[in-house]
């Protein structure tokens, strides 16, 4: 028991944040709602400081907006900053696949297709959660390869921003990204061929840029 000691604030903040993002992202915090680190402090169990230190940095990253003494709410989905959020992280995996494709291994190329299998089957049964997750596992293959730090907080910071919205579509019956360019990506990958790696990464981000749209 001597080597269990008191929970480093970082992580309270971290868990707070984590937490707030996620419900945000899957839509249980709706937009427009007002948000009270109370109220949530209270829910997540924590005090109120670090939900407010992860409020402020939702506030930064577009989630949430805040008036000082007046109120916290979650922003609403706005067309144009998904574009523009698409349009950044989109750049950021392209940049990782160049990097990442020269230094694959098998296994690396196994997880993506493994990833693939539980997106295609998720968007098959209509589990949103389930296909966003594998998606997320698929990329995050390259961006952890390419060793791009830079890249790959980018690419955590704007990608929920995105998702919000892609949950919606896929509520309204559309598809999660096709599985059908993620073969195409990791037959690239396989192949060893940078450029085409990065043609089809391009072409699944310009897809999500046009998600918005409709809005």
């Known amino acids: 028991m001597d080597a269990i000691g008191p929970v480093p604030r970082t992580l309270l903040r971290?868990?707070?944040?984590?937490?707030?993002?996620?419900?945000?992202v899957?839509?249980?915090i709706e937009p427009g709602a007002a948000v009270r680190d109370a109220d949530l402090a209270e829910r997540l169990g924590l005090s109120r400081a670090p939900v407010r230190e992860a409020f402020s940095r939702l506030v930064d990253e577009g989630l949430l907006e805040s008036k000082p003494q007046s109120y916290t709410r979650v922003t609403p989905v706005?067309?144009?900053?998904?574009?523009?959020?698409a349009a950044v992280v989109g750049a950021m995996h392209e940049l990782a696949a160049r990097v990442a494709v020269p230094r694959l291994f098998a296994a690396d190329v196994e997880m993506m297709r493994s990833a693939n299998e539980r997106f295609a089957a998720a968007v098959h049964a209509g589990d949103v959660d389930t296909a966003l997750r594998a998606d997320d596992e698929l990329h995050d293959?390259?961006?952890?390869v390419s060793g791009?730090?830079?890249?790959?907080?980018?690419?955590?910071?704007?990608?929920?921003?995105?998702?919000r919205l892609e949950r919606r579509r896929f509520g309204e019956g559309g598809n999660c990204r096709s599985a059908g360019l993620h073969?195409?990506?990791?037959?690239?990958?396989?192949?060893?061929?940078?450029?085409?790696?990065?043609?089809?990464?391009?072409?699944?981000?310009?897809?999500?840029e046009g998600l918005a749209d409709g809005d």
Do not use: F
């Open 141 to 144: 293959v390259l961006v952890r």
């Open 78 to 85: 706005v067309a144009s900053g998904v574009r523009d959020a």
């Open 26 to 28: 899957a839509g249980d």
């Open 14 to 24: 971290d868990r707070a944040y984590e937490a707030i993002r996620d419900a945000i």
């Open 183 to 208: 073969e195409q990506l990791i037959e690239a990958c396989a192949a060893g061929d940078v450029d085409e790696a990065v043609r089809v990464t391009a072409e699944i981000w310009r897809g999500l």
């Open 148 to 163: 791009n730090r830079a890249a790959a907080a980018t690419i955590a910071r704007y990608t929920p921003l995105i998702r």
